[in-house]
């Protein structure tokens, strides 16, 4: 039988385990119920992999010449994820098409589990996985006039709808948390700071985050037109060591700040 939405999950920076998402898997099918559950099509984009292979080569090479491993892992690991999917952007077969391909391909299982049916799409994006999809996006809504990433391919063996589907047109929910996309735009000039077009009339974006999480931002303050597309939404982020301290950053995705709007997200979707 097929499903009735897809829910697509991505991670954020820094080397990521592939089980990410099981914690949330967890608590979320069990506010669902086993029957919503069922009418669930899952899917774990991982993109890690991709970017860590030149970082774990050099982190190898000089870890015995550094102090403060740890911190200096994590900034290796993380914040050239980010410089290295911008810098590589218009480069064919680049990381940033490897990042996009996986994407891209989930859809395409997801298109496939719906039956080939136009049914909504909820996406919940962390930290840099906020970029990561809504350059997705922003690149399949503009791909005619300069194609980036997986858009440079030609894509004739594919009907429309299945096109469609793979361009997000019937996204209806997408979750940003820990977002960092502020720091991706806020150096750009004013008038270039622009969200993604909202693909389709229900099509709503929320965006939470914790004031101590200095990775995750509010996002209406972007431009008008992200204050015209995006709500903020506040939370207070994992528990009593964690809450009130950047640790914050990795706890959304357990918290029911989190989970209960995804579910009630989902129930209202499937008609549950």
């Not at 506010?31 to 669930?40: E, F, M, R, S």
């Not at 970017?51 to 080569?57: C, E, I």
């Not at 996986?102 to 996985?129: C, E, H, N, W």
């Not at 389709?200 to 974006?205: A, D, E, G, T």
Request: glycine share 6%; hydrophobic share 40%.
């Amino acid at each position: 039988m097929a499903k009735k939405i897809a829910l697509l999950t991505l991670h954020g920076m820094g080397d990521t385990p592939r089980d990410y998402y099981k914690e949330l898997v967890d608590k979320l099918s069990e506010k669902l119920g086993a029957n919503t559950w069922a009418d669930v099509h899952f899917s774990s984009i991982y993109y890690s992999d991709v970017l860590q292979v030149n970082q774990a080569r050099y982190y190898n090479r000089v870890k015995s010449k550094i102090d403060y491993k740890k911190i200096r892992q994590f900034l290796i690991f993380g914040f050239s994820d980010a410089g290295g999917l911008e810098h590589s952007r218009m480069i064919p077969n680049s990381i940033y098409w490897e990042v996009q391909k996986r994407i891209f391909d989930s859809l395409g299982d997801a298109y496939t589990a719906l039956g080939d049916k136009g049914s909504p799409v909820v996406i919940i994006a962390q930290s840099l996985g906020c970029h990561v999809i809504s350059s997705y996006i922003w690149d399949a809504q503009h791909h005619r006039k300069r194609p980036p990433g997986i858009w440079k391919k030609s894509h004739a063996n594919l009907d429309q709808k299945d096109l469609k589907f793979r361009k997000l047109g019937s996204l209806s929910v997408l979750m940003t948390t820990g977002c960092n996309i502020p720091v991706f735009v806020c150096g750009l000039p004013r008038d270039l700071i622009k969200p993604i077009k909202a693909p389709n009339s229900k099509f709503v974006w929320e965006n939470y985050y914790d004031e101590d999480d200095v990775l995750g931002w509010p996002l209406r303050e972007l431009s008008d037109e992200y204050k015209a597309l995006v709500m903020d939404f506040e939370v207070n982020a994992g528990g009593f060591l964690t809450s009130w301290n950047p640790f914050s950053h990795n706890q959304y995705w357990g918290d029911d700040d989190i989970l209960e709007p995804l579910a009630a997200h989902i129930a209202l979707l499937t008609g549950s």
